[in-house]
């Protein structure tokens, strides 16, 4: 028997609450190498394992509500037993978001929500969170995708699922605004709000802090420089102390209050800093594409 054939296969159950995100999940799978299957019938998976059986290749079988014969007890059963094969190693990912955002989502899209059945949206995933809650309990690992847009989760499942990326540290720096909720998954969290803020000058309100003209007015804040950094100082500081510790994964958050404007020129300041440091950062721009709107930033000043 070969070196490669006794090593076993990566098998991950990925499931959840419908509009949380599993077909951007299984779409990033596959850009990773996984093979990738969804609503596939759930009777069927000894067959396909049985028939990929020496495969090298990691895969990836979604289910969810609309799968033929999805039963979640006779599901856990199934995985239960594939668990105990020597030849396989078996994950289970549960993706999960809080209803009113998934409520927000579908009525966004105009999609039915597969148990709805004619219902408001609401009782379909109320219905639905009731039928997987032992799929969650006794999921792996959970995602919640709350606050996620879909860059934010591709770069989740990444940083979770990328072959031979073990020993570095994977940097993501991010933007946000506190107005629409703290982001989910933050190592270090700076509060740029004490800058002066573009949204109320009329002319930069619908820019962003990508636009040169934002980018120059948040310079010529006198505090934004000294500010700045010692941000920028502490966050290379810290990066090699966060690799000594074994950590693969840091994610630096900038905030403002819609995060359009300040947060989203830290971010872009601080990822160029690090690529001149030597890192190759991820840069994620939360709120970037929301509306920006008085109601969120308060009254003018």
Sequence with gaps: MSDESSSPQQILLVTGMSGAGKSTALETL??????????????????????????????????????????????????????????????????????????????????????????????????????LAPLRKWAQMVIDTSGYGRNHLQQAMRERFAQGQTGSLTITVTSFGFARGMPPIADLVFDMRFLDNPHWVEDLREQTGRDRAVAAHIEADPTFAPAFAKIADLVVSLIPLYAAQGRAYLTVAFGCTGGRHRSVFSAETLAARLKDEGYEPTLIHRDLAARAADTVEGPVP
């Design 30 to 131: 596959e850009d990773l190498g996984w093979e990738a299957i969804d609503n596939f019938p759930i009777r069927m998976v000894p067959d396909l394992l049985s028939r990929n059986e020496g495969s090298a290749a990691p895969l990836a079988i979604g289910v969810d509500a609309r799968t033929r014969g999805f039963v979640p007890v006779e599901i856990r059963a199934q995985f239960e037993d594939l668990s105990a094969r020597p030849d396989l190693s078996v994950g289970t990912l549960f993706l999960d978001c809080t209803s009113p955002e998934i409520e927000r989502r579908y009525n966004e899209t105009r999609r039915r929500h597969p148990l709805a059945q004619g219902r408001p949206v609401r009782e379909g995933i109320r219905a639905e969170r009731e039928l």
